[in-house]
């Protein structure tokens, strides 16, 4: 027993007195009001519920009837949610029909390139500003990011701007910094199995942005979406940024197939990052279109105002006026696939 489905408008007092025997046989729920059904799902190990038990629960007031998921993963199954999650950040939907457009560079190197940037992406019509403070490097002696003051200049360029802040975590120890200044918590493809890390977003009410590990499943990866809602937070998008495979002519092979298999398994919106999915600037447009057809809803777009002389990432980054260009090419694709962009 997974999930437990109700009555239509069933009374507070019967659901609480439905939670209160999940409690007692040591089993966490969580209360998912739907537009037509209001759904409890169930957290815990739900293997020890006997058949017995499950029957009498079965028999509640209330309670339509109680389902068993077979997937390891259940909040963020289509079972458990047939409609799409719609996340809501600082008033903007991401989930809907529009697809929203998260730009900017890949670090945030000084408030001049950042305010520059922020202010030529949302002139083409981006509405999340992206930028990183903490750079998780694979080389120690690459730049690092500015840390806190990274955090600080990205809260001046919102507030400049209006545009909410797309920002990564690296460590469990910059939580509080990053919910003062973020609007999504971004956990990168290095750490989506740092479980430590998940649980502690997991226990914000910040949106996050989970994106793929480097040779993750997709299984693997909403397993890790579990580890967030299952702490409560039930605000998680899926972002796609390449998997490793054999193929060198791509900094990674961006798998767009992965968008229609998300959209299946799971009411998590999905994000696409083409820049780091090719790691060529001259490549992130094509795919940028292709991800839009394939049901994205949404995309992270690294821009920065002289890509040849970024602290990171500049070879994939557009420049803002192809990135203002980029955007005018994506409307026609987006209205063919039913979206607005
Ligand atoms: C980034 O967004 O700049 C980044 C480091 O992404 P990823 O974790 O996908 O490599
Ligand atoms: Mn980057």
Known sequence: MDIIVLKPDTPEQNIALILAKLESKGLKANVSHGTERTIIGVIGDTSK???EEEAAISAMTGVENVVR????????????RKENSIIDVAGIPIGGKKIQVMAGPCAVEN??????????VKSAGAMFLRGGAYKPRTSPYSFQGLGEEGLRILADARAATGLPVVTEIMDPRDIEAIVKYADVIQIGARNMQNFRLLLEVGSTNKPVLLKRGLSATIKEWLMSAEYIMSRGNQQVMLCERGIRTFETATRNTLDLSAVPVLKQLTHLPIVVDPSHGVGKWDLVAPMAKAAVAAGADALMIEVHVNPAEALSDGEQSLRPDMFAQLMKELKPVAQAVGREI
């Open 49 to 51: 519920v006997t058949e």
């Open 69 to 80: 998921i077979l997937k390891p993963y259940k909040l963020a199954s289509r079972d458990f």
């Open 111 to 120: 408030s001049k390139n950042l305010f520059d940037v922020a202010q030529q």
